[in-house]
């Protein structure tokens, strides 16, 4: 089946992204949010990175212009109820990707693929929700998707080879280096990176380090580009929480127990770079 159209839902700094590389692979894009203002923070990001673009000499005017036609922002999911594809990337919460789900399962036409951009959630118990857990999978991007190159395909139980292929597929035509894992918590992305980000809070809540220090020393020690606390207010200190919860109890193992820091951060409203404070503050 040839993917055309595509419903990205949540327009946050993943759902933005995601829209924009989709529209630049040539795709209809229809962006869905629960309110007008975090559509149009999505479609302001969208412009500021097309933007950037065309000055450094990377796209024409024209070319911008195109991208953004192709992108519909709306609050009402069925405006896609003609896409081949839709893309969930709410917040990282169970319940609520299992309501987006149910009703993106009502409003897609039959055969159409429905994916999760989740970061950790178990992609089987998600389709199950669903008339059609054939169709469902995980298409992990990573942040911030117009740079990063990889896309983390996860398969659930039931999808189909053909779904595999349409999405590994349509992550090359986006410009993505796809790579195929199982479906267990965190899969290989954030069982690897976030048990080391979570370590990296360790030390600053047992006072081994500051968040200055910890960073330096895995910038110039293991030449990471982003120290661990830089990048965990990044991704967003809510979303490293709930792929820690989701590992800690996946697994049962107590070597996933989220820092009491990370959590005292979070119940705060410290939710890092998107609300201008975490282990750093923003202006
Ligand atoms: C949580 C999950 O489930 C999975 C995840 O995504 S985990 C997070 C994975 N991501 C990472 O680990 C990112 C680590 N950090 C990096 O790779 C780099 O710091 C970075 C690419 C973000 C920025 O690179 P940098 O060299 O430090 O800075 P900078 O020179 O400003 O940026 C490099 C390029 O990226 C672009 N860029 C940076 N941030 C961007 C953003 N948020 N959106 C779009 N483009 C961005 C810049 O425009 C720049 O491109 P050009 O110079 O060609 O125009
Ligand atoms: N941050 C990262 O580095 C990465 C995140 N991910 C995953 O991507 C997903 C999104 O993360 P991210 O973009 O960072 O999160 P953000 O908080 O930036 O964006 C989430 C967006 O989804 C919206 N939303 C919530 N519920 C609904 C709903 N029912 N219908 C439509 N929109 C909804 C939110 O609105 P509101 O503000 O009202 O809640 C918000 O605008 C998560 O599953 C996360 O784990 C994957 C890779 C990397």
């Known amino acids: 089946m040839e993917i055309r159209k595509v419903l ?50 990377r796209k024409t005017e024209e070319e911008k212009a195109a991208v953004l036609s192709r992108i ?16 969930e990337a709410a917040t990282e919460n169970m319940e609520i990707k299992k309501n987006i789900f149910r009703q993106m399962d009502e409003v ?17 118990e998600i389709a199950a929700v669903t008339s059609r857990p054939e169709l469902v999978i995980g298409m992990h991007f990573m942040n911030p998707v117009p740079v990063m190159k990889l896309v983390e395909i996860i398969r659930g139980l039931a999808t189909t080879d053909e779904v595999y292929k349409s999405i590994e597929d349509l992550s090359k035509q986006m410009g993505k280096v796809p790579v195929e894992v199982n479906d267990f918590p965190g899969f290989v992305s ?12 360790y030390c600053v ?31 967003g200190l809510d979303t490293c929480l709930a792929i820690m919860e989701v590992l800690y109890e996946g697994f049962g193992d107590s070597k996933y127990r989220p820092c009491p820091l990370l959590r005292k951060y979070v119940k705060a409203g410290w939710l890092g770079k998107k609300t201008g404070r975490g282990f750093y503050t923003y202006s």
């Open 8 to 57: 990205v839902i949540g327009a946050g700094q993943m759902g933005a992204g995601i829209a924009q590389v989709a529209a630049q692979a040539g795709l209809e894009v229809v962006l869905n949010d629960l309110k007008p203002d975090f559509l149009e923070r999505g479609i302001a990001t969208i412009t500021k990175n097309l933007s950037r673009d065309v000055e450094k000499g």
């Open 72 to 87: 519909k922002p709306t609050t009402n999911m069925g405006d896609a109820h003609d896409a081949q594809l839709a893309i």
């Open 108 to 124: 897609l036409p039959e055969g159409a693929i429905l994916a999760t951009n989740t970061s950790s959630l178990p992609i089987t």
């Open 190 to 201: 954030n069982r690897v990176l976030m048990p080391m980000i979570n370590e990296a809070i």
């Open 205 to 235: 809540f047992e006072g081994v380090a500051t968040p200055e220090a910890v960073d330096e020393v895995m910038k110039l020690g293991m030449n990471h580009p982003m120290g661990p606390l830089t990048l965990a207010d990044f991704i």
